[in-house]
């Protein structure tokens, strides 16, 4: 169980399209999902959290009108990157809280979307 | 500011023998620490984790030791296997914040080599 899907995985864009993302809870409702980028060699950044029915809560830094979230559903939370800009070229991954977690905090994560902005 | 962080990019280590990862963290509110293991191109699967109210948590070949007077924790692996080989993150939380928000490290890549 506790299965995170992401959507696609990797993209190409030219400079000022926008990406949408997509993080899908397979077998469980998450009432909570995060969005992480990381860059090579980095830690894993968290951008922001996406709470199901309410705005997302973004961290210091990270732009709210070009990091588009929606979380409309308790299974599926999307990610747009508007504008997208060489500097946006990263790796974008997801994460759920979830009931079936055994350990506290324990997130699942998707597998990931590398995102390509040429 | 980086509140967890891995010293060490890389550790490699021969096939057999015992796998040392170390993470620091500085902030003294991080009550609950896990560890995760990525491999390229996918994200972190979850390893082990411990509360903050123990100092030792096993788990078969893994093992994590918690120092709360130095902010330090460990990762043991014994015997290490070639299939180890991947980035590890350490990871910590306060579980009087967001639930669920972790900060993590940069990573060490392990690689056990036969």
């Known amino acids: 169980g506790a299965v995170v899907s992401q959507h696609p995985s990797r993209v190409i864009c030219k400079s000022g399209t926008s990406v949408k993302i997509e993080c899908r809870s397979l077998?469980?409702?998450?009432?909570?999902m995060f969005w992480y980028r990381q860059f090579p060699k980095q830690s894993l950044m968290l951008m922001a959290t996406?709470?199901?029915?309410?705005?997302?809560?973004?961290e210091q830094g990270v732009e709210k009108d070009k990091f588009l979230i929606n979380h409309a559903s308790l299974t599926l939370s999307t990610l747009t990157v508007t504008s997208a800009h060489p500097e946006d070229s990263s790796f974008y991954i997801c994460s759920a809280h979830s009931s079936l977690a055994v350990s506290y905090n324990e997130q699942f994560f998707g597998p990931g979307t590398r995102l390509t902005v040429l | 500011d980086q509140q967890v962080k891995q010293n060490s990019p890389s550790l490699s280590v021969q096939e057999g023998r015992i796998s040392i990862l170390n993470c620091d963290y500085t902030n003294s509110m991080f009550d609950y620490f896990l560890w995760y293991k990525k491999y390229p191109a996918e994200g972190p699967t979850f390893l082990i984790s411990?509360?903050?109210?123990?100092d030792k948590n096993e788990d078969g070949r893994f093992t994590v030791f918690l120092n709360k007077s130095a902010k330090h924790l460990s990762l043991h692996i014994v015997p290490s296997q070639p299939g180890d080989s991947a980035v590890y993150f350490c990871?910590?939380?306060?579980?009087?914040?967001?639930?669920?928000?972790?900060?993590f490290g940069r990573g060490t890549q392990l690689t056990v080599w036969p």
């Open positions: 077998d469980f409702q998450a009432t909570t």
């Open positions: 990871a910590a939380s306060d579980r009087g914040s967001t639930l669920g928000r972790l900060y």
């Open positions: 996406s709470n199901e029915g309410s705005k997302a809560t973004y």
């Open positions: 411990i509360s903050s109210i123990k």
